[in-house]
């Protein structure tokens, strides 16, 4: 009996883990499509998410056909998304796209949206309905 239920609790973990999605897009209809992006950005470093983003976003705006989409970024992890896009964002400026004409290059552009995410960070002022709530108790 205490092998039955060890051999039980090893194919569940082996389930619970297959099944939870690894960090690839998932291409069954654009509503999970986002959703895995959105749950792969939150476990990324600033800059690679910023980069990750915008390569998802990019390759969006360039394949308009839902299905060439979602057949182009399903099962792409993070590396993979972002050479894509990288590969748009260079095919878009040497055909004289012209809101890349600002940029030199990828890592320019991903520099200066990165810039500006961190200064939209700053911006934020704290809620003055939180100067009450404290966790520190007055003894």
Do not use: H
Not at 2 to 15: K, W, Y
Not at 29 to 39: I, P
Not at 80 to 95: A, H, M, N, T
């Amino acid at each position: 009996m205490r092998i039955l239920s060890t051999v039980f609790v090893f194919i569940m973990c082996v389930l619970l883990i297959g099944c939870s999605g690894g960090p690839e897009v998932s291409g069954r209809s654009l509503k999970s499509a986002n959703k895995s992006v959105a749950r792969i950005k939150d476990r990324l470093p600033t800059e690679k998410r910023i980069e990750f983003e915008v390569s998802y976003w990019t390759l969006r705006d360039s394949i308009r056909d839902r299905d060439e989409f979602l057949d182009t970024v399903g099962g792409k992890n993070v590396e993979e998304l972002i050479v894509l896009g990288k590969e748009v964002f260079q095919q878009r400026k040497d055909s004289g796209f012209k809101d890349y004409e600002q940029y030199s290059s990828w890592d320019q552009m991903i520099a200066k949206f990165t810039q500006q995410r961190i200064d939209q960070n700053k911006r934020k002022k704290p809620d003055p309905r939180d100067e009450g709530n404290s966790v520190l108790y007055k003894l």
